[in-house]
């Protein structure tokens, strides 16, 4: 998974709790992304940063944010989780330099169950 | 709104038959790509053609890219079981290094 972690792989909360997820790179790789893939909808780019304090909302941002203070850790914050946030997130990376500028890589996954 | 719509959302093969899944887009690109996610893991990048091009190789993956038509075709010759997985397309936008992915493709290879 080209030096990406996400943590944690697995979470039940309840609505209304916060939850933080973390995706960390060992790539140092300018942009990270988080997405979310839900049945029949595809991966939704929910938010992206391109670089250090640096972020910018995706097509399904509300209700999330994002904080990066260090080149390789994004964090994505629900602030009051709710059912439709149930969903697997995805972490991707890529760079801003060489031939394959273009090409994302993708974390293992989050599973977030929101009851 | 998604960019790219693939089709047929399932495919069902026998192995060693060769598998097409096609991609539709709506607005202008400079490249198309494709990845696949195997169950439970994540997407892993295939392949990548620009806008200038036409059809791209990669061992046994065939890609063609029409522009006129906002389309593009991936091809897998020769198929394994290996191969069962889903299959997404993806295009890029304007700032930011991101991507547009498509609903996929769930292709399942019969051994």
């Known amino acids: 998974d080209a030096g990406i972690t996400q943590s944690p792989r697995h979470k039940v909360t309840e609505t209304g709790t916060p939850v933080t997820l973390r995706c960390h790179q060992t790539e140092n790789h300018r942009y990270m992304y988080w997405y979310r893939q839900d049945p029949g909808h595809g991966l939704r780019l929910i938010h992206y940063?391109?670089?250090?304090?640096?972020?910018d909302k995706g097509e399904v941002s509300d209700g999330y944010s994002v904080s990066r203070s260090k080149t390789e850790d994004f964090l994505l914050t629900l602030e009051s989780a709710t059912s439709s946030q149930t969903s697997v997130y995805f972490c991707?990376?890529?760079?801003?330099?060489?031939?394959?500028?273009?090409?994302?890589?993708f974390g293992p996954g989050t599973r977030l169950t929101v009851l | 709104s998604q960019q790219g719509e693939e089709d047929p959302q399932a495919l069902s093969i026998q192995e060693g038959e060769n598998a097409t899944m096609n991609c539709s887009y709506k607005?202008?690109?400079?490249?198309l790509q494709w990845y696949r996610q195997n169950s439970g893991r994540g997407l892993v990048h295939l392949i990548l053609?620009?806008?200038?091009?036409r059809e791209k190789h990669s061992g046994r993956l065939r890609v063609t890219l029409d522009t006129s038509k906002k389309s593009s075709s991936l091809l897998i010759t020769a198929s394994r079981a290996a191969d069962t997985a889903s299959y997404f397309c993806a295009t890029d936008a304007d700032a930011g290094n991101m991507l547009t992915f498509g609903g996929g493709t769930r292709l399942m290879v019969k051994p």
């Open positions: 053609i620009r806008s200038n091009e």
């Open positions: 991707a990376i890529s760079d801003s330099q060489g031939p394959s500028t273009d090409t994302q890589y």
């Open positions: 607005t202008s690109i400079n490249n």
């Open positions: 940063s391109y670089g250090v304090k640096d972020t």
